[in-house]
């Protein structure tokens, strides 16, 4: 099956510092890719949607100046948390999609546990 | 804007039963419907996504059905496994856009034990 990898799987960090996502589709090309985020005990929720080559579209409520997501190529997503503080300590999680059959399941990476000291 | 609940929030029962899990959703409108795994700490692992033409889909011991009228679908675990034993998320389009991919609503999921 489809493979999305994202990396790295976990992050702990000073509260200012920025810090960089990535999330890569190995076996196919990922027109579209989504960013979540999970706070314990909540599901998930959709931050953004990047295609490849365009600027993301942001959910409601979601900055985009401090969620940076870049989309330069069909297998890379990379969403950076600039001046992380402590309120952004989240599981963060990418999928990626084809784009033209949105009747394919969407393919989920592992995650990255951000800690914000 | 589309809204999912899945009920129950917790479920705990010995292995080998048979379970069903529910969740609603509040735009009929929707063009498929997936259910997903996810384990503590992990990511998502898909398990089966219906199609709206389809009222149900089936991959080994998991049976999903689907009846956009009434805005539900049903996850039926056979023969229960401690391997089981996760959190299931259901999850629905937020949007329409038309050909492309869109992200998901997701519900707050049921945290399932299997008793040994």
């Known amino acids: 099956g489809a493979v999305v990898s994202q990396h790295p799987s976990w992050v702990i960090c000073k509260s200012g510092t920025s810090v960089k996502i990535e999330c890569r589709s190995l076996?196919?090309?990922?027109?579209?890719m989504f960013w979540y985020r999970q706070f314990p005990k909540q599901s998930l929720m959709l931050m953004a949607t990047?295609?490849?080559?365009?600027?993301?579209?942001?959910e409601q409520g979601v900055e985009k100046d401090k969620f940076l997501i870049n989309h330069a190529s069909l297998t890379l997503s990379t969403l950076t948390v600039t001046s992380a503080h402590p309120e952004d300590s989240s599981f963060y999680i990418c999928?990626?999609?084809?784009?033209?059959?949105?009747?394919?399941?969407?393919?989920f990476g592992d995650g990255t546990r951000l800690s914000i000291l | 804007k589309q809204e999912v609940t899945q009920i129950p929030a917790a479920l705990s029962v010995p292995e080998g039963e048979n379970l069903v899990l529910n969740c609603s959703f509040t735009?009929?409108?929707?063009?498929?419907l997936q259910w997903f795994r996810q384990d503590p700490g992990k990511g998502l692992t898909s398990l089966l996504l219906i199609q709206s033409s389809q009222r149900e889909q089936t991959s080994g011991r998991l049976n999903a059905s689907l009846d956009k009228s009434s805005g539900r679908s049903t996850l039926y675990i056979a023969a229960s496994q401690p391997g089981d034993s996760a959190t299931y998320l259901c999850?629905?389009?937020?949007?329409?856009?038309?050909?492309?991919?869109?992200?998901?609503?997701f519900g707050k999921g049921t945290h399932l034990i299997i008793q040994p």
């Open positions: 735009d009929s409108a929707i063009y498929n």
């Open positions: 999850a629905a389009p937020a949007s329409y856009s038309g050909g492309g991919a869109d992200g998901l609503t």
């Open positions: 999928s990626a999609a084809t784009t033209g059959n949105s009747n394919q399941p969407q393919h």
């Open positions: 990047s295609n490849e080559g365009s600027k993301a579209t942001y």
């Open positions: 076996d196919f090309q990922a027109t579209t």
